[in-house]
């Protein structure tokens, strides 16, 4: 099994690690600190180092049959090497992080407020966005959703990963209240992210350790996409 280093760290920039599978222009790791996309959140970027040579990685994905991690690189990996040093892109990473763990602020802030589920999100280094089971949003529940998420932001919560035994995670109220349900069966442990005193959700993503490093968020635009969806889009601005 090939370890993803940023389920469990995700601020480990730079790590060593050995290729176990070369495809020439694509190699798997033994273990990576590379986010593949996935649950909304686009791939990391960066490089790899070998003898002294940079070797962009461009995309990383996971080949769904076999499951491998695979680094897309710019150009071929040379046969012969067998160790590299990661090197990912910090500024694209850690924009995505303070978006995702936005979005997580702004989940729990329209659940409470509105008791309406996320339907599908999309984040960006820049930006994020959301949508939601809801009827209508109009102008003053906009406000009210900046105001609030903003007020939990500032509060400066810790944030933490959790590894939880599906059966537990599905007997745990918090949990249901988001849409655990989604989750795979196949998945005996489930991650979850909490932010300490605030939320509990199911997710695999990079978030930041605490909520103060969001900056604060704008949101920038509101619109419709069907009958009970409405698409919410942020920025993390002054971080
Ligand atoms: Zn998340």
Not at 35 to 60: C, H, I, M
Request: glycine share 6%; hydrophobic share 35%; with cysteine.
């Amino acid at each position: 099994m090939r370890e993803m280093l940023c389920s469990k760290d995700s601020y480990l920039k730079e790590f060593d690690a050995s290729i176990v599978k070369n495809y020439g222009q694509e190699v798997v790791l033994d273990q990576t600190a590379f986010y593949y996309t996935s649950g909304g959140q686009p791939n990391d970027t960066g490089k790899l180092v070998a003898e002294g040579k940079e070797y962009p990685v461009v995309d990383v994905y996971r080949q769904k049959e076999t499951g491998e991690i695979r680094h897309k690189l710019k150009e071929e990996m040379p046969s012969h090497i067998h160790a590299v040093h990661g090197v990912i892109d910090w500024k694209r990473r850690y924009g995505h992080m303070r978006h995702h763990t936005a979005l997580h602020v702004l989940s729990r802030v329209v659940l409470d407020a509105y008791n309406a589920l996320v339907t599908g999100s999309q984040i960006y280094e820049e930006r994020a966005r959301m949508d939601f089971s809801l009827a209508e949003l109009n102008d003053e529940q906009v406000k009210f959703m900046e105001e609030k998420a903003n007020q939990a932001i500032a509060k400066g919560f810790e944030t933490a990963v959790h590894f939880i035994a599906r059966e537990e995670a599905l007997q745990n109220p918090e949990l249901i209240r988001t849409q655990i349900n989604l989750v795979p069966e196949s998945v005996k442990t489930i991650r979850c992210i909490e932010i300490k005193g605030f939320d509990l959700q199911a997710c695999g993503g990079t978030h930041v350790k605490n909520t103060k490093e969001i900056g604060s968020i704008k949101i920038t635009n509101v619109e419709s996409k069907g009958q009970g969806k409405r698409r919410v889009e942020l920025v993390a601005e002054n971080p």
